[in-house]
């Protein structure tokens, strides 16, 4: 019952996300999008992903690309809805990867394996392993990011200083 | 009796509950715990709003509103009833939809925090896991409702206070949640319950609060400052400067909406102040051992009048800040401070009780903090500001 | 030191905030309704029309001459020029207005209107709480609402108004002494009159 409210819910955002002319009403439309997922993961019992969820993308992807999108352009809303060139291609091909991953899905093993009760992860736990077992992944996408924002900051003060 | 007066709520929840048939009885002990909130925090704005208004006054050698009601202590009432019936205006260009939506689901962000704040001995509404991650993605949404606010309403000053206010809260949530970081490892959880149940010892008469450490007196001024620019409280209240852009993201609103975001505005205050008690002060717990005989609840909100009546005293006191004066603060002083004090805080840990552990702990927040100050007093030159006409 | 400047603001205003429960002089609020502070003699507002005697309608000082109607720059005098004569201070006959009204919303506390007066028949007041719930009729002062004795005006006044006394007086004796060789003249003049009454 739940999950079906939230599913239609984040359906209904993301499909209003796509279609809705103006641009601002898509970002809030995908933000209603996320913070279905949100739902999702919280229905699911983690926790932590699910705020994480709301945290990140609520929080931070949705203001970023409020500013991409009102720095960038003017946002005068389209006069009709536009449909990319080659959307037949490209809509056969999304569908293609939906059934092929459906039916990889479909004939692994994972299906035919038995529901084991949930383990309770907490905070704690996933603390725990993000500073032992994932130590070194965590890092380098530490290190990613950093590496992102210093060239980020390089390439907006370059332009600084062509300006003056 | 002292047990029963402590936990009267609870026990007067569990009470109602009984009534309840199983199956309701989550949901409508969620509904309980939440229409208290609500009551208890919309009682407090109303009295907040009165007694920061004569508290101003006093700051200020005046004597504040005083006509309405004894001592005017009925101006809430007044005032409430006043954008009440003021007319709703939507300017004739103003997104509608998005315009209507802005103020209610920034109430509801603002609120949302609420769910998590200890307010008294097993008087948290959900005790959640990840309560503290909970509590910063419910504030997350705030931004993206005084976006909304200041996109809906198609002016140019309403634009340009929406993206001052998000600009703020985006530098300011970064030392925000890192000086917060330090608590929680000192509590060893995310969880905002276990925090206060951390602090609640006592050595001698004196409590074991966070604040009562190097780390944590660092962390809670931190803290502090970061949530009066996270609340766009003065003197940080640059996005909705009357002086340069009228009233910022709520320009257009009026009546009921604007007391809204009003309301908004000083609840999520209160829930940063909460959460300060929560994290540094100790939570609900006595300030002295020979105090517990008052209910955890009274501390509560003792301490929380305490926290806003030193917002009320920093308001009357400092001018509004500049943009890059604000933009240099956050990223030149707060986020430096707040990765030290992290390292102190850590530092703190790792070393045996004492006084090395105090002297080493003092030490190396206070002397980055010099440095720093001094560093940034000499780059900017800041030295006694003369005027031109003014004299 | 950095945020020394802070903690010193943080002291004066709590000084600011302790000393004004403490001390009265901090408070320097006027509690308007209640406390009033006095007003300055040259305070002015709102015109009056000055009446000498008992009578305020009969004892008006002014004689419709309409020079403050046709002065008043926002032209919110209306004065309609009485058909009969009467005496006026020094006796001699003139008209007096048979309407004379001033629109409180127009007026803009000028002060021509006195100045140009010939006969020290109007003056400025000094009350200020005119608000009105009526906005038509209730703003519309007429000559019995404008009428004040020149007693008020020597307690709203004092020095203009004893100056204004002076020179009435004077005026009144100067006229008296031209008058005493021909008192038979001014006798004759008041059937004449009475003639224009009837």
């Known amino acids: 019952m739940s999950f079906a409210i939230i599913a239609v819910f984040t359906v209904a955002g993301a499909l209003a996300a796509m279609t809705l002319r103006n641009l601002v009403h898509c970002v809030l439309a995908l933000v209603v999008a996320f913070t279905g997922l949100a739902g999702l993961y919280l229905q699911l019992g983690a926790q932590f992903v699910g705020f994480a969820q709301i945290l990140v993308y609520v929080g931070a992807v949705a203001i970023l690309i409020v500013f991409a999108m009102l720095l960038t352009q003017s946002h005068e809303p389209l006069a009709h809805l536009?449909?990319?060139?080659?959307?037949?291609?490209?809509s056969l091909v999304a569908v293609a990867v939906f059934v092929i991953l459906a039916w990889s899905i479909r004939s692994s093993a994972v299906g035919a394996r038995s529901i084991q009760p949930r383990p309770e992860i907490t905070v704690r736990n996933i603390g725990d392993s993000l500073m032992s077992q994932f130590v070194v992944p965590l890092e380098v996408t530490g290190l990613l990011l950093t590496a992102a924002l210093v060239g980020a900051v390089t390439i907006a003060m370059r332009e600084q200083r062509m300006n003056r | 009796m002292t047990e029963t007066m402590d936990q009267i709520f609870v026990l007067?929840?569990?009470?109602?509950?009984?009534?309840?048939?199983?199956?309701?009885?989550?949901?409508?002990?969620?509904?309980?715990?939440?229409?208290?909130?609500?009551?208890?925090?919309?009682?407090?704005?109303?009295?907040?709003?009165?007694?920061?208004?004569?508290?101003?006054?006093?700051?200020?050698?005046?004597?504040?509103?005083?006509?309405?009601?004894?001592?005017?202590?009925?101006?809430?009432?007044?005032?409430?009833?006043?954008?009440?019936?003021?007319?709703?205006?939507?300017p004739h260009s103003a997104d509608g939809v998005v315009h209507m939506l802005a103020p209610i689901v920034l109430v509801v962000a603002a609120f949302l925090g609420y769910a998590v704040l200890p307010l008294g001995r097993n008087m948290t509404a959900i005790n959640l896991d990840a309560g503290l991650l909970y509590f910063f993605a419910a504030s997350s949404v705030v931004e993206l409702a005084i976006f909304m606010a200041g996109w809906s309403s198609r002016n140019k000053y309403s634009l340009l206070g929406a993206m001052r206010a998000i600009a703020q809260m985006i530098s300011?949530?970064?030392?925000?949640?890192?000086?917060?970081?330090?608590?929680?490892?000192?509590?060893?959880?995310?969880?905002?319950?276990?925090?206060?149940?951390?602090?609640?010892?006592?050595?001698?008469?004196?409590?074991?609060?966070?604040?009562?450490?190097?780390?944590?007196?660092?962390?809670?001024?931190?803290f502090m400052i970061a949530g009066i620019a996270e609340s766009n409280r003065s003197p940080f209240d640059l996005p909705e400067g009357e002086s340069e852009i009228i009233a910022g993201y709520f320009v257009e609103y009026s009546g009921f909406k604007f007391a809204l975001f009003f309301l908004g505005e000083y609840i999520g205050m209160f829930a940063i102040c909460g959460l300060a008690i929560t994290l540094f002060l100790g939570g609900w717990a006595a300030p002295f051992s020979f105090l517990t005989w008052a209910p955890s609840y009274f501390w509560f909100f003792a301490k929380?009048?305490?926290?806003?009546?030193?917002?009320?005293?920093?308001?009357?006191?400092?001018?509004?800040?500049?943009m890059d004066q604000l933009m240099n603060f956050a990223w030149k002083f707060m986020l430096p401070m707040a990765l030290i004090n992290l390292f102190a805080a850590s530092t703190w840990h790792f070393t045996p009780p004492g006084a090395i552990r105090w002297i080493v702990g003092t030490i190396l927040i206070a002397v980055p903090y010099l440095l720093l100050g001094r560093g940034l007093m000499q780059s900017n030159k800041l030295e006694k500001r003369t005027y031109r006409f003014a004299d | 030191m950095l945020?020394?400047?802070?903690?010193?603001?943080?002291?004066?205003?709590?000084?600011?905030?302790?000393?004004s429960f403490v001390s009265k002089e901090r408070l320097t609020t006027v509690q308007f309704p209640e406390e009033r502070l006095p007003q300055p003699e040259a305070a002015r507002n709102f015109p009056f029309l000055v009446y000498d005697g008992d009578d305020s309608q009969a004892g008006l000082r002014c004689v419709a001459c309409q020079i403050c109607e046709k002065e008043c720059p926002p032209k919110c005098i209306f004065i309609q020029k009485s058909s009969d004569k009467k005496p006026d201070y020094i006796g001699k006959q003139q008209f007096y207005p048979a309407v004379f009204n001033i629109d409180v919303s127009v007026c803009m506390s000028c002060q021509i209107c006195v100045e140009v007066c010939p006969f020290d028949a109007i003056e400025m007041d000094n009350a200020f709480e005119l608000s009105t719930t009526d906005r038509f009729r209730g703003l519309l002062w007429s000559r019995e609402q404008l009428a004040k004795p020149n007693s008020y005006f020597h307690n709203i006044h004092p020095a203009t108004a004893a100056e204004v006394d002076e020179r009435l007086a004077e005026a009144k004796a100067r006229a008296e002494a031209k008058a005493k060789p021909t008192v038979a003249a001014s006798t004759t003049s008041q059937p004449d009159s009475q003639t224009t009454t009837s």
């Open chain 1, 82 to 90: 536009t449909v990319a060139p080659g959307w037949v291609t490209s």
């Open chain 2, 12 to 90: 007067l929840k569990h009470r109602i509950l009984a009534h309840s048939p199983v199956s309701v009885q989550p949901i409508f002990s969620a509904a309980l715990s939440a229409i208290a909130i609500l009551v208890v925090f919309a009682t407090l704005f109303a009295l907040t709003t009165i007694l920061e208004r004569k508290g101003l006054g006093r700051f200020q050698n005046r004597y504040g509103p005083n006509r309405v009601g004894p001592f005017g202590l009925l101006q809430p009432l007044a005032d409430g009833l006043k954008s009440l019936t003021k007319e709703d205006i939507v």
């Open chain 2, 172 to 222: 300011y949530e970064v030392p925000l949640i890192l000086s917060t970081i330090t608590a929680v490892m000192a509590a060893g959880s995310l969880s905002t319950g276990a925090i206060v149940e951390s602090q609640t010892g006592y050595s001698g008469i004196w409590p074991h609060w966070f604040v009562f450490t190097p780390w944590g007196f660092a962390g809670f001024v931190l």
């Open chain 2, 304 to 322: 929380l009048l305490v926290l806003i009546a030193m917002l009320i005293w920093v308001r009357a006191t400092l001018p509004r800040l500049r």
């Open chain 3, 3 to 19: 945020g020394e400047g802070i903690l010193k603001g943080l002291a004066e205003t709590a000084r600011n905030f302790f000393g």
